[in-house]
């Protein structure tokens, strides 16, 4: 089995959630938290990164991720969970830090999986 229906999944709910699209135009690094259970996305989270008190005063002034690269964001993940082993049970973080100026980022994503005993 594969990862098709979630990597569609995914692609299509975060395209879809407005918090989602403001986090992400608001917070130039992040971390969004997907829960699957049984195969399919149940949860979104969303995470700031933590802000250095040194750095805050720079850091203000700039923003997230510019709205017409979101899209592409939720593409490349869905290209990684479609390629991934089978997964059922867990979470799947993706990280990001956009560029100041909003134009490019940097992403990973990390699988956590779960076992559910009976």
Do not use: W
Request: glycine content about 6%.
């Amino acid at each position: 089995m594969s990862n098709a229906l979630l990597a569609s999944q995914i692609k299509t709910e975060l395209r879809l959630e407005r918090e989602l699209t403001t986090f992400l135009t608001k917070e130039r690094s992040g971390t969004i938290g997907l829960f699957v259970r049984q195969g399919s996305l149940k949860r979104i989270t969303m995470l700031t990164e933590p802000v250095n008190v040194f750095e805050e005063e720079a850091s203000a002034s700039s923003n997230g991720l510019l709205k017409e690269r979101h899209s592409y964001l939720f593409q490349l993940v869905s290209q990684i969970v479609r390629r991934s082993d089978r997964f059922d049970y867990g979470y799947i973080f993706v990280n990001y830090i956009a560029s100041p100026d909003g134009k490019t980022f940097i992403c990973n994503v990390r699988f956590q999986n779960e076992i559910h005993l009976q």
